[in-house]
């Protein structure tokens, strides 16, 4: 089991930056992929960005390509998403999640409860 605890988001201005955190309990963190996602209102919920257990591999959205960073610290337990030259499309509520297998695509096991990003322009 793991329980995810996002922080970081807010309310900037288009072409601001953000840096979101995900901390996890468990003392297996460093065997999980990682990934963020996001909802805006009224959509889906997306994929934007992934990360494996070893930092070896990441894949983002093509819409954050370039723009976005994720990274982890697996001795901090936790995951990062730096966000760049923030666009008003990026607004959405950022969610973490951990999945068991090795792949960074797939069904995602355990989720944060998210935080609220808010681009303005």
């Known amino acids: 089991q793991v329980q995810l605890v996002e922080s970081g988001g807010g309310a900037v201005q288009a072409g601001g930056s953000l840096r979101l955190s995900c901390a996890a309990s468990?003392?297996?963190?460093?065997?999980?992929?990682m990934g963020w996602f996001r909802q805006a209102p009224g959509k889906e919920r997306e994929f934007v960005a992934a990360i494996s257990w070893s930092r070896e591999y990441t894949g983002y959205a093509d819409s954050v390509k370039g723009r976005f960073t994720i990274s982890r610290d697996n001795a901090k337990n936790s995951v990062y998403l730096q966000m760049n030259t923030l666009k008003p499309e990026d607004t959405a509520v950022y969610y973490c999640?951990?999945?068991?297998?090795?792949?960074?695509?797939?069904?995602?096991?355990?989720w944060g409860q998210g935080t609220q990003v808010t681009v303005s322009s």
């Open positions: 468990g003392r297996t963190f460093s065997s999980y992929t």
């Open positions: 999640a951990a999945r068991h297998g090795a792949t960074l695509g797939g069904r995602y096991d355990y």
